[in-house]
C-alpha cells in the first residue's frame, strides 16, 4: 500500500515492512527505513539483492506487502531515469520526437511539439548538453547521450521528488558532471532524490543517507559514518561487488 501526506518542501518516503515475492522467491523481506526530504539518498548492495525492485515497488510497478508512505510538499512531480531503455532503434524519431512524445503523451509524435512545451524540451536539453542534438535520431546515440536525454525528460517538469536507478551507467566524465550539478541544483530547491548508485566513494562523498540492501536491509544511516573500508569488504567480497 502507498499513501500520501502533504508538506512544505519534497517529500520524504517511509519504507514499513516492505516484503516482495515473485514466484514464491522472496526479493525483499521486511525493508525499514526513510528518506529526508530534500536529500539526497542512495540504495547500494549485491547484484541480485532487489535494488531495483524496491525502485519499482515505490513507482506502483510491482505489488508488495507493508506500506510506502510518501509525505509531498507543494507539489507532487515524480521524475525518473531508468538504468537503461528498451527501445527499437530503427523507429524514426528524433531526441526531440522523443521527448515530445513523453512530454505529450496525448499527442501524436509525428505532428510535432505543441508551442508550449518546445522550451521546456529545449531548456531541459540544454541543461544536459544535448540542445544541439535535438534533431538526431534517438536511435544513433550512444549509451550516454541516451542517458543524458533520459535525464532530460525526468526534469519536465522540474520534479519534486527523482528518482534514479543507476545513471552513470554510460555516461563519460562530463556527462557524470552535469548529472551530478543538476542533483545538487534540484536538492538545493528542496527536490528529494532517491538514487541506485555502484561508486560508494562518490556516495560517500554526495548523499546524505545511504541504505544497503541484499533482500533485507544490511544497514542504514549516515554514508560519511557507516561506509567504512572494513564493512564494505564484508559485505561485498562475499556476494560480489555492489551495482
Known amino acids: 500500500m502507498r499513501s500520501l501526506t502533504r508538506f512544505v518542501g519534497g517529500p520524504s518516503i517511509h519504507f514499513e515492512n516492505v516484503s516482495l515475492k515473485l514466484g514464491g522467491n522472496s526479493i525483499l523481506h521486511n525493508v525499514n527505513f526513510s528518506v529526508k ?8 548492495g549485491p547484484n541480485g539483492g532487489g535494488k531495483t525492485s524496491l525502485i519499482r515497488c515505490l513507482l506502483g510497478q510491482m505489488p508488495h506487502s507493508g506500506n510506502i ?8 512531480v515524480m521524475g525518473y531515469v531508468p538504468q537503461s531503455l528498451d527501445f ?20 501524436p509524435a509525428f505532428m510535432g511539439m505543441v508551442r508550449s512545451i518546445r522550451s521546456s524540451i529545449m531548456e531541459a536539453l540544454e541543461r544536459v548538453g544535448m540542445d544541439k542534438k535535438v534533431a538526431r535520431p ?39 558532471v552535469i ?15 532517491m538514487m541506485i ?47
Open 197 to 243: 548508485h555502484h561508486d560508494l566513494a562518490e556516495v560517500r562523498d554526495m548523499a546524505h543517507g545511504v541504505t544497503c540492501i541484499n533482500r533485507e536491509i544490511l544497514f542504514s544511516g549516515d554514508p560519511k559514518e557507516l561506509l567504512t573500508p572494513e564493512r564494505i569488504f564484508n559485505i561485498f567480497s562475499a556476494t560480489g561487488k555492489a551495482a
Open 88 to 107: 527499437d532503434d530503427t523507429l524514426p524519431l528524433t531526441v526531440g520526437d522523443f521527448l515530445a512524445m513523453i512530454s505529450q503523451s496525448r499527442r
Open 37 to 44: 526530504r530534500g536529500s539526497i539518498h542512495c540504495i547500494i
Open 179 to 193: 548529472m551530478h550539478e543538476i542533483i545538487n541544483e534540484l536538492v538545493s530547491n528542496g527536490t528529494t532524490v
Open 138 to 176: 534517438f536511435g544513433a546515440l550512444s549509451g550516454g547521450e541516451r542517458q543524458r536525454v533520459l535525464l532530460a525528460q525526468a526534469l519536465i517538469p522540474e520534479p519534486q521528488l527523482l528518482i534514479l536507478d543507476e545513471p552513470a551507467t554510460g555516461l563519460d566524465k562530463s556527462g557524470a
Open 69 to 76: 508512505r510518501m509525505c509531498w510538499g507543494k507539489g507532487s
